[in-house]
């Protein structure tokens, strides 16, 4: 009796093939994970160190927004744009650390912030070129100039 209590001719069981494909997968998966893991800390790193893309993108956007609007004047940090009526204003917050534009000198509008990372901004104004300088948080300083009519 106790010979046939525990034998069960029909039972279904892993077989060791089984139990090896399920173990490659499961290992197969783990090693994916870890370097698509890898993978992401890199590009966290690299966007950390590529301050010059900002630079390059800000410089860019305003080179556009000087040719849709009209130079008006400078002072103190900022630089006020004319479009079509609307008056524009870029100007370095320091609390922030960050170069920003907003509606303009009274109007209480939105800002969209054009640069992080800024330590310190000097913006000038002399015979018709503005000249915009920068340090950047990571100590590099960069300079901007454009030529207004």
């Not at 106790?2 to 499961?26: G, W």
Request: proline share 1%; hydrophobic share 40%; with cysteine.
């Amino acid at each position: 009796m106790f010979k046939y209590m525990f034998y069960h001719p029909r039972l279904q069981a892993f077989t060791l093939l089984e139990a090896l494909v399920a173990l490659l997968v499961i290992s197969g998966s783990c090693l994916l994970f870890q370097a698509l893991t890898l993978l992401l800390f890199q590009d966290i790193r690299y966007q950390e160190r590529a301050s010059n893309q900002d630079w390059l993108l800000f410089t860019a956007h305003m080179e556009q927004e000087f040719l849709e609007a009209h130079f008006d004047a400078v002072s103190d940090h900022e630089i006020y744009l004319d479009q079509k009526g609307k008056g524009q204003k870029i100007a370095y917050w320091p609390k922030q650390a960050e170069i920003r534009k907003t509606g303009g000198r009274n109007q209480n509008q939105g800002s969209q912030t054009l640069l992080f990372g800024v330590q310190s901004m000097e913006v000038e104004e002399r015979s018709g070129l503005v000249q915009l300088r920068a340090v950047l948080a990571d100590g590099k300083e960069r300079e901007w100039v454009y030529r207004v009519d």
